[in-house]
């Protein structure tokens, strides 16, 4: 199993870091991607995959648009000055966590604010052979985000759009960019019926597994932290809903997180 998604660096894993690991590793989680969110974390997710070698942790750099409004403006343009310096460094799998939101400060993060800085990191991935890892949230961020891609190409490593919960509608425009989409807890949840839905519909080489650890605990683990040990949890849920055997569905998600971050078997 590969969790494509897991915010293993944030605090609310001080206190056991290494024991969750563990529980990673014994549950059969191979390899976990952990995506960065702010300019601080870039160096602390790299200094953890190096630290780790079972599961293999593998480090990204990005600025996700929850921690725009806490930026000056005027160093927008600094800030992805430094995300290229730190993907010519390699040493990272994609760029992201990066996206658009509408769940924030809109008066300090307005969309095209917001749209600079997704653009400047879609061409820095372009140029460093680099995946992106997308985030949308709120009422418009789906909408909106399918607009910016009818204007901006994926750099030709690819994108997910991870924890997808935009209905099956959005979800066939998006496909339309040959993006790939994560699930998460979401999935296990008996009344997710918008996310299932959209589950069935995601081609067999686009599907991706994650927890979002340490939030979207999936069931029976509700409520409390989600951490990577619970993937097996997200990935039978899957295979459920696509009629799958849930080792079936292991070995694709697992071929298709290789495929799209280049991990190694």
Known sequence: ????????????F?????????RAAKAGVLDIVVPAVDEASWDVIAELATATRTPRVHATAGIHPLVVPDL???DDEK???????RATRGGIVAIGECGLDDTIDMARAPYPRQEALLRGQFAIAARHGLPLILHARGRGAYARLVEFLDTCALPPASAVLHSYGGGIDLLKRFSEHRLYFGFAGPATYPNARKVRTSLLAVAEDRLLAETDAPDQTPEPHRPGRSEPSYLGA???AMAAARGKD????????????????????
């Open 246 to 265: 849930v080792a079936e569905l292991n070995q694709l998600t697992t071929a298709n997180a290789r495929r799209l971050f280049g991990l190694p078997a």
């Open 234 to 236: 997200i990935i039978a």
């Open 79 to 85: 800030v992805l000055a430094r995300l290229e310096a």
């Open 14 to 22: 001080d206190g056991d870091r290494h024991a969750v690991i563990a």
């Open 1 to 12: 199993m590969i969790d494509t998604h897991c915010h293993l660096d944030v605090d609310r």
């Open 72 to 74: 000056d403006p005027s």
